[in-house]
Nanobody, 116 residues
Framework: QVQLVESGGDLVQPGGSLRLSCAASGLTFSLYAMSWYRQVPGKERELVAS????????NYAESVKDRFLISKDKIKKSVSLQMTNLLPEDTAVYYC?????????WGQGTQVTVSS
């Protein structure tokens, strides 16, 4: 079955950096667009960044542009989110999503807390 496993969440000070990773299995990775979403309690899950199945196209939320970078490793079947200059408002549970062939899959999430 399809599995998406996120890792890399942590407590970090404002201005710091983190790299989130999502390892995919059970799917033909090259056929799936991959995205990172985040959610805080009481709010809807929001799209942070996405990358096309080929890896040639990316999209970012305005709030993270120029601070976050999404990348895809087809050999390792993983997608990463490099986050820099983190702000307290980046605190959330971050989820990995795979979309393709008419299906959508989610990981279990990883907690990112930005606080001094």
């Amino acid at each position: 079955q399809v599995q998406l496993v996120e890792s890399g969440g942590d407590l970090v000070q404002p201005g710091g950096s983190l790299r989130l990773s999502c390892a995919a299995s059970g799917l033909t990775f090259s056929l799936y667009a991959m995205s990172w979403y985040r959610q805080v309690p009481g709010k809807e899950r929001e799209l942070v960044a996405s990358i096309s199945s080929s890896g040639g196209s990316t999209n970012y939320a305005e709030s993270v542009k120029d601070r976050f970078l999404i990348s895809k490793d087809k050999i390792k079947k993983s997608v990463s989110l490099q986050m820099t200059n983190l702000l307290p408002e980046d605190t959330a549970v971050y989820y990995c999503e795979a979309t393709g062939l008419g299906a959508t899959y989610w990981g279990q999430g990883t907690q990112v807390t930005v606080s001094s």
